[in-house]
């Protein structure tokens, strides 16, 4: 009996950690970014204005494009100062955008230490994910005029657990 409460058990576990694990995914409303050579989405608060990270968990999708996926806003016009793409092959998968930005394009505070969204365990904001990878990391940084986005097949190359590092350390990249 005891071995069949243990088996029962390990399987209970092992369904649980596999359903944790985030999968490439595809476009959900509002909530997905799309990073490509010609797809530029990051997430940014609902309402110009709001701080960062106060709008971590109710963030919605911004796209160079509002058809790049559903439901996403259209970037203000001069927020992106510059933009960076870089991508990355074979196991380490990634694509990224590193840049600079106008904060008063959007009204955001030039005190506005910034924040992070990122997919990793709900997620801020919750459901939030990026088409075709499993993991993704994204900065806005107000008060240093800077943002990154990391979309990754492994965790590791999206190491969520720095935000306080910066754009600079999570996603290394060019910000000029």
């Not at 709008?55 to 796209?63: I, K």
């Not at 074979?90 to 990122?118: A, F, H, R």
């Amino acid at each position: 009996m005891k071995l069949l409460t243990l088996l029962g058990l390990a399987g209970a576990i092992a369904s649980a950690s596999a359903a944790a694990v985030p999968q490439a995914t595809s476009a959900v409303s509002g909530k997905t970014v799309k990073v490509s050579e010609d797809s530029l989405c990051i997430f940014m608060p609902q309402h110009p204005g709001e701080e960062i990270a106060f709008s971590e968990p109710t963030a919605v999708a911004f796209c160079n494009s509002t058809t790049a996926v559903s439901d996403a806003r259209q970037i203000p016009e001069g927020f992106i100062k510059s933009a960076h793409y870089l991508a990355g092959s074979g196991d380490g998968k990634y694509v990224q955008y590193t840049g600079s930005i106008d904060p008063s394009k959007y009204e955001l505070k030039k005190n506005d230490g910034g924040g992070q969204y990122d997919n990793h365990g709900s997620g801020n904001p919750a459901g939030s994910a990026c088409e075709g990878y499993p993991y993704y990391v994204a900065l806005i940084e107000p008060d240093i005029e800077r943002f990154c986005i990391r979309c990754c097949d492994n965790y590791q190359d999206c190491n969520a657990g720095r935000s306080t590092y910066g754009c600079k350390r999570v996603v290394p990249g060019d910000f000029s």
